[in-house]
């Protein structure tokens, strides 16, 4: 409890903690997007899960295009076609992909391989999501010059850093419910939290 006030309680973080939920939800929102939008790749005959084993690759195709059709169900979805309408879109999109591009060189530099495992496959995760969501090609017409194509990697970074965030996400939940019942934290108060 305390370390969850540590990061996010407004008070204990001069403000940057609503910043960083924000952040948790946008980036949320973006893979969850993504999922929805890269349905219809997955549906596609000629795409295929290959495990090594075909009964299994069926098997992780179906449950895989479960999840795929559950993301059409929740009704908030990030609209990536608003996000870059303005004059300002190239500049913005340059400066979007810098950006991750620093993201990506920081996490070379960290020295806990298991951290920068994570790290590496979160940024993979997004990448993919930015990638399904700002490709000029048709995601699923099999009949186009140059189709859209996920490599393997692909996808498991993407199922992976979405598996994350919603773990993530549903901890937030059972921590703001622990503080309401509390009573004690001054952040109960907290609307944003």
């Known amino acids: 409890m305390a370390e969850f006030q540590r990061r996010f309680d407004p008070a204990q973080t001069g403000g ?13 929102l973006i893979e969850l997007r ?11 005959d000629n795409v295929r899960l290959y495990t090594g084993n075909s009964d299994t690759d069926r098997k992780t195709k ?5 999840l795929l059709d559950k993301t059409k169900y929740f009704p908030m979805h990030f609209d990536e076609g608003v996000m870059f309408r ?23 530099c960290v020295t806990c391989e298991k951290c920068r495992l994570w790290g590496k ?12 969501l700002f490709s000029q090609r048709e995601i699923g017409d099999e009949r186009s010059k140059i189709p859209f ?22 901890s937030l939940e ?7 019942s509390s009573g ?3 952040m109960h108060g907290h609307t944003e939290l």
């Open 16 to 28: 940057e903690g609503t910043d960083r939920l924000k952040n948790l939800y946008f980036i949320y």
């Open 149 to 170: 194509r996920l490599t393997r990697q692909e996808v498991v970074s993407l199922v992976n850093a979405f598996a994350r965030l919603s773990s993530s996400i549903k």
């Open 34 to 44: 993504a999922l929805s939008k890269v349905a219809e790749y997955f549906k596609q």
């Open 174 to 180: 059972i921590f703001r419910d622990l503080l309401k």
């Open 86 to 108: 303005d004059r300002k879109s190239t500049t913005l999109k340059r400066e979007f992909a810098e950006r991750f591009l620093n993201v990506t060189r920081i996490i070379d």
């Open 62 to 66: 179906d449950l895989l295009m479960n």
């Open 121 to 132: 496959l979160q940024t993979q995760g997004l990448g993919t999501a930015l990638k399904i």
């Open 184 to 186: 004690t934290s001054h």
